[in-house]
């Protein structure tokens, strides 16, 4: 496709300037807006491309793209669209007739930012997709694009219809970094490849990008309790105990407590005083019951009135202009705004090894790292040159340091392309809930954006289209089951249709009830997924993964292969 030469273009644009756009003759360097892209040949089916400040003044880059025509749009153009972070829904859109939601002018810039690797609005008419993109003639899949890699860039493919015609961009997003002046930086390889199977492509695309990026996938599989999704941000030392009292007979490896321990936002090794044994107490407690301990921390974010932004205001990233701290997040349950750390300060970074070594040595062995995408958002920073990307993987690749090689981190909240190679486990879906589909009223609702929002359905979507991903690219965790029928809003046939829908996914298993809700039913239930989960996840290990059906179906996946 790409061989189309006289139709490749490159397209560019620098922080506060405007779009510029040139043919681009792979082999040959092309000179654009004080700026040097060279396309190389491609070597196994892999273009091979980078830019070079080719000036004397340093300059700031949001994104580079090259852009080509892939050919004549067909009937029903549609394209498979993976979304940004772990919480974005993966799924097919109609090119033509579905609307980018950052082209809805009701949600604050800062949404936007938490949603996509580029904060801006999209071109009328324009559709986007992370990492990976299936474009497809109604069901049938025609090729895909891919970024074989993320943790330098974000690589976005955009795509829109001009003259009955797709318009293709594959989009290398650099955030505004700083290219100084006379260096070049490699950007991500690209492949495109031809398949009439939308799963055979992903899967071909994960095998690849795994390679390249050293995935982690040898983790052994797990099951456990996770405190969230019952009692939320009330949890208490006393509940953690009472359920770890329940679960002697229960298959649990892991025993995680989420949010609702720390003191403050940012003071992870402080707990307040609903916890009173502190975080050493209550691993002492997991860990005298025979399992692994697992504590939640949001490590980029720091609360106004936490130690860590107080004592070292220099650590946030600055705001775009003026003298603020730049947000990393707005969280009403948290009260409200929350800075950024910037992980570009040698500091920062010491300090996430120092709080995950600590995390380490009090008893944990499973951390689970959320908002993550925090450290992505919009800044002034130390280092200047670093894209989003490589500050979101500078945060991570720093907790990895400092709680060592066997510890499983699994992100959550996080830009999936920047953490191949970084994470055991990953999040690959929104928060599930009490119920199927989100209320009017349900916390985190963002207009726009409401397939964001915690409710079971839009887990259960991201489960079956992320399929793919699993051990190719990390374990997957297709966030917990709940087996209780009492205080839910789920029916018991939506609890069985959930907790079975994880088993055929073969990611993680992890429970979040008050253990004392479940009966029998739940407890069976249980067995069962777990024994499926458990094959599937060995079958997944040699290379087989469970497919979405109806993956190229607009109306959203109808279950996985097996469910
Ligand atoms: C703890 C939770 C759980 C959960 C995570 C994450 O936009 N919001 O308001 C919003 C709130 C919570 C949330 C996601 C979004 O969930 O996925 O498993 O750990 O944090 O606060």
């Known amino acids: 496709m790409l061989d189309d030469a006289p139709r490749l273009r490159v397209r560019m644009r620098r922080t506060h300037g405007p779009g510029v756009d040139a043919p681009v003759t792979p082999g040959r360097p092309t000179s654009i807006g004080g700026l040097e892209v060279v396309v190389d040949a491609s070597e196994e089916g892999e273009l091979r491309w980078s830019v070079a400040n080719a000036g004397d003044r340093d300059l700031d ?212 005083n609903k916890f009173p044994s502190g975080v050493e107490g209550v691993a002492s407690a997991i860990r005298a019951s025979g399992r ?82 925090s450290a992505s958002m919009p800044g002034r920073f130390a280092d200047p040159t670093r894209t989003p990307a490589e500050r979101v993987r500078a945060g991570y690749d720093a907790i990895r340091r400092g709680a060592g090689d066997d510890v499983f981190i699994l992100g959550c909240g996080a830009p999936l392309g920047a953490l191949v190679g970084a994470v055991d486990g990953m999040r690959i879906g929104a928060d599930v809930a009490p119920w199927w589909e989100a209320p009017a009223d349900a916390p985190g609702r963002q207009p726009a954006y409401e397939d964001t929002t915690p409710a079971t359905k839009h887990a259960f979507v991201n489960t079956c289209t992320r399929s793919f991903m699993h051990r190719r690219l990390w374990s997957n965790d297709p966030d917990c089951i709940m087996l209780r029928n009492r205080e839910t809003r789920l029916s018991r046939e939506t609890i069985a249709r959930w907790a079975e829908t994880v088993g055929a996914s073969g990611g993680l298993v992890l429970v979040s009830d008050d253990l004392s809700l479940i009966d029998a039913d739940g407890r069976r239930l249980l067995d069962e997924v777990l024994v499926r989960a458990r094959a599937v996840d060995a079958a997944s290990r040699e290379g087989t993964t469970p497919r979405a059906l109806g993956l190229l179906d607009p109306q959203g996946p109808g279950g996985l292969t097996g469910s």
């Open 292 to 373: 692994t301990a697992g504590l939640w921390i949001a490590p980029f974010l720091a609360a106004p009135d936490s130690e860590v932004a107080t004592s070292h205001p220099e650590w946030l990233a600055r705001a775009p202009a003026g003298e603020n701290p730049a947000i990393g997040m707005y969280h009403d349950v948290w009260g409200g705004v929350m800075w950024q750390l910037d992980t570009t300060n040698p500091e920062v970074v010491d300090h996430l090894a120092a709080t995950a070594a600590a995390l380490v040595d009090a008893g944990y062995r499973y951390l689970k790292l959320d908002f993550t995408f």
């Open 61 to 272: 880059l949001d994104a580079v793209a090259l852009v080509w025509d892939g050919g004549a749009a067909d009937d029903c153009p549609r394209m498979f669209a993976n979304g940004y972070q772990s919480w974005t829904p993966a799924r097919t859109l109609r090119l033509g007739i579905d609307v980018d939601p950052s082209r809805d002018p009701r949600p604050i810039p800062l949404v936007r930012a938490a949603f996509h690797a580029d904060p801006g609005v999209c071109a009328p008419g324009e559709l986007r997709s992370e990492q990976v993109a299936v474009l497809a003639s109604g069901d049938r899949a025609r090729f895909a694009i891919g970024f074989v890699g993320g943790a330098t860039h974000a690589g976005t493919i955009r795509v829109r219809i001009v003259d009955d015609r797709l318009e293709l961009a594959a989009t290398a997003w650099l955030g505004g970094a700083t290219l100084r002046a006379g260096e070049q930086r490699v950007l991500h390889p690209f492949v495109i490849e031809e398949h009439d199977d939308p799963s055979v492509l992903l899967e071909r695309w994960a095998d690849r990008t795994g390679r390249a990026e050293q995935a982690r996938v040898r983790a052994p599989f797990l099951s456990g309790w996770c405190s969230w999704y019952h009692y939320f941000e009330h949890v208490t030392e006393r509940d953690v105990l009472d359920n770890l009292a329940l679960a002697d007979d229960w298959p649990f490896d892991v025993f995680q407590v989420d949010d609702g321990f720390q003191r403050a936002i940012g003071d992870w090794l402080h707990t307040n």
